[in-house]
């Protein structure tokens, strides 16, 4: 089964920048399609950014112009880029694989989940 660990999360102030990085094992790490997901306090968990296995990029409303997924198939890692970060942002950061089919916003396309990073940015 794959597995997904991610990290770079931390505490910043707004306005701030953080990279998550999301590193996955198996072989067959471009095939899939990829996504970031977060829950934030009292919240449902929610998408935020997906990247397909040909690099199509995917984001939700609220992040969309501050948020950059990519991937490097050489090193089995999908990263998110976060910029111009605000308080609401604040959550769990959720990296999540497909085996099948492009990135979606479904939770239920994904087969495989990490156990997710601290996102926490100040006022």
């Known amino acids: 089964q794959v597995q997904l660990v991610e990290s770079g999360g931390g505490l910043v102030q707004a306005g701030d920048s953080l990279r998550l990085s999301c590193a996955a094992s198996?072989?067959?790490?471009?095939?899939?399609?990829m996504g970031w997901f977060r829950q934030a306090p009292g919240k449902e968990r929610e998408f935020v950014a997906g990247?397909?296995?040909?690099?199509?990029?995917y984001y939700t409303d609220s992040v969309r112009g501050r948020f950059s997924i990519s991937r490097d198939n050489a090193k089995n890692t999908v990263y998110q880029q976060m910029n111009s970060l605000k308080p609401e942002d604040t959550a769990v950061y959720y990296c999540?694989?497909?085996?099948?089919?492009?990135?979606?916003?479904?939770?239920?396309?994904?087969?495989?989940w990490g156990q997710g990073t601290q996102v926490t940015v100040s006022s």
């Open positions: 198996g072989r067959a790490f471009s095939t899939y399609a």
């Open positions: 990247i397909s296995r040909n690099g199509s990029t």
């Open positions: 999540a694989a497909a085996a099948y089919g492009l990135a979606s916003s479904a939770r239920g396309a994904y087969d495989y």
